[in-house]
Structures are given as C-alpha cells and as structure tokens.
C-alpha cells in the first residue's frame, strides 16, 4: 500500500510541508511542496526505528511509495517554520479504536526513541541556526515543557509549570495525557478543540518529539572525540 502523504503550503506559500497521514511523526518541511516531498522521502530510515519500537516494521517495510492524497493550504506557521499546524480533512474525530491505538503506540514510540537520543548525544550540541545554538538539556526541557504545558490543554490536562520535566513527572505525563486522549475520543472530556482535532494533535506531538530527537542527533558531537 503507498504511504498517504499530505502537502501543506503556506498561504503565501513561501514554504511547505509533507507528512505522512498514517504515520504520526514522520513529517518534513521545506521551500517548496515538491522538495517537501523529497525530503519526507529521505527520512523515511530514519522513521523506521520509531515504526520498529512501535512493533511496526513489517508494516512499515511493506509500505509503498509516497502517494500524495491532499494539497492544502495551512496556517501562517507554514511559511514561517515549515511546519504543519493544523488538521488535513482526514483528521477529523472520533477516531476508531484501533485506529487510535496504533497512533497511540507510535506516540509512545517517539517519546521512547526521543529518550534514548536525549541519553546518548553529547550535552553540548553543535552550533548552528536552529534554536541559537541550545545544548542538549535546553532542547528536552522545550520539548517536554511545550508538550505537556501547551499540547495537553487541547485534551484538558493542566499541567503545573516545569512538573513533567523529572523522570517521575515525565512518566506520569505521559500516562496521563494518553488517557486523556481516549477519554477525549470517547466523548467523555467536554470541552473541545477550537481548532485542532485528536488525529492532529497525536501528529504534532509524535512530529514535536522527532523533529528534536533527529535535531539532537544532526548536532551530536560524541563522534567528533575531545578538540
């Protein structure tokens, strides 16, 4: 089967992004859609780690090409950051149980691969544009805190400031906002997303935690050995 892939431009289309609908995480942005798609194309080894923690590689394996299935126009975060920030027309709610179990456990896949990444890079990261040059505490600590401080409102989790960022805060974050996302799809949070969807927001936190695991990595200076 291809892979479902949706194109995102920017409304002044100054960039663009493509990710892959069944596959919460794996996403890529860049100047234009077609070189989105190419790039997208490039991480797909670098996804399948994520696909294996999640006891999806035979799946993932047997996947097919690309197959571009939407085009759309996103928010102005597109043209600023080449990311995605709102729901394709597929990722609308309720979702089905299986459904939402698989983008659960590939959640819970990002979250594993993005620790093991935070334990084995150096603490100080190579310098270069994104982030001002942060090291590798700077880069966790942002993932975490905008996971849990701001993603997890959309489901109706508070989460105090700075509570998930020890190893205890962390589990119970991540247990807690897992059954908020089922209690949310079985319609028993009332409050609902303005603007966003369930299927988005497991998206946008599996690409969160990727987009900093593979940064951690591409700035990684272990290899590099003492000046």
């Known amino acids: 089967m291809p892979i479902r892939?949706?194109?995102?431009?920017?409304?002044?289309?100054?960039?663009?992004?493509?990710?892959?609908?069944?596959?919460?995480?794996?996403?890529?942005?860049?100047?234009?859609?077609?070189?989105a798609v190419e790039t997208l194309e490039s991480y797909r080894e670098r996804y399948r780690p994520i696909a294996g923690l999640a006891g999806l590689t035979r799946d993932f394996d047997a996947a097919g090409p690309l197959e571009v299935v939407e085009e759309r126009v996103g928010t102005g975060s597109v043209d600023f950051w080449g990311i995605s920030f709102s729901a394709s027309s597929t990722e609308h709610g309720p979702m089905g149980e299986a459904e939402l179990e698989r983008a659960i456990t590939l959640l819970q896949a990002a979250w594993a691969y993005f620790d093991g990444v935070g334990a084995r890079v150096s603490p100080e990261m190579r310098k270069g544009p994104r982030g001002g040059g942060r090291d590798r505490h700077r880069i966790i600590r942002h993932t975490i805190r905008t996971e849990s401080e701001d993603f997890a409102r959309q489901v109706g989790l508070k989460v105090p400031e700075e509570a998930a960022l020890t190893p205890d805060g962390?589990?119970?974050?991540?247990?807690?906002?897992?059954?908020?996302?089922?209690?949310?799809?079985?319609?028993?949070?009332?409050?609902?997303?303005?603007?966003?969807?369930?299927?988005?927001?497991?998206?946008?936190?599996?690409?969160?935690?990727?987009?900093?695991?593979?940064?951690?990595?591409?700035?990684?200076?272990?290899?590099?050995?003492?000046?």
């Open 170 to 227: 962390l589990r119970q974050h991540r247990v807690t906002y897992v059954a908020a996302m089922r209690a949310y799809n079985a319609g028993e949070i009332e409050k609902r997303m303005r603007s966003w969807t369930l299927p988005f927001l497991i998206r946008h936190s599996a690409f969160h935690t990727l987009d900093h695991a593979w940064e951690m990595e591409d700035k990684d200076l272990s290899a590099e050995g003492p000046a």
């Open 5 to 35: 892939t949706v194109i995102e431009r920017g409304p002044k289309d100054k960039r663009s992004v493509a990710f892959a609908l069944d596959w919460p995480g794996w996403s890529r942005g860049a100047k234009t859609a077609e070189l």
